[in-house]
């Protein structure tokens, strides 16, 4: 199982970001899919889950209303769009194989001005 995030960075307050994980090595469309986050010196913090249909789904309070995750089966990559970032998002974020200890290496997404 490998599971590579990408789109991190650093963006400003109020910005967007889109953050991708392409997945590979077990069958991509019949797992639920995870966003954990990390923030530095802290510990792991769910934020997102969208099962295999990508009905409804789940998100942490903090970021309800402002991030969107989705999948694209025949990618094979699950996503996670950011809009109207704030200071407190910064935080490696990591994929995962719901319900597994599959996870990605991370991507750091840094918002300040």
């Known amino acids: 199982v490998q599971l590579v995030e990408s789109g991190g960075g650093l963006v400003q307050p109020g910005g967007s970001r889109r953050l991708s994980c392409a997945a590979s090595?077990?069958?991509?469309?019949?797992?639920?899919m995870s966003w954990v986050r990390q923030v530095a010196g802290k510990g792991f913090e769910w934020v997102s889950s969208i099962d295999k249909g990508s009905v409804t789904p789940l998100y942490v309070d903090s970021v309800k209303g402002r991030f969107t995750a989705s999948r694209d089966n025949a990618k094979n990559t699950v996503y996670l769009q950011m809009n109207s970032l704030k200071p407190e998002d910064t935080a490696v974020y990591y994929c995962?194989?719901?319900?597994?200890?599959?996870w990605g290496q991370g991507t750091q997404v840094t918002v300040s001005s």
């Open positions: 090595g077990f069958t991509f469309r019949t797992y639920g």
């Open positions: 995962r194989v719901s319900g597994t200890n599959y």
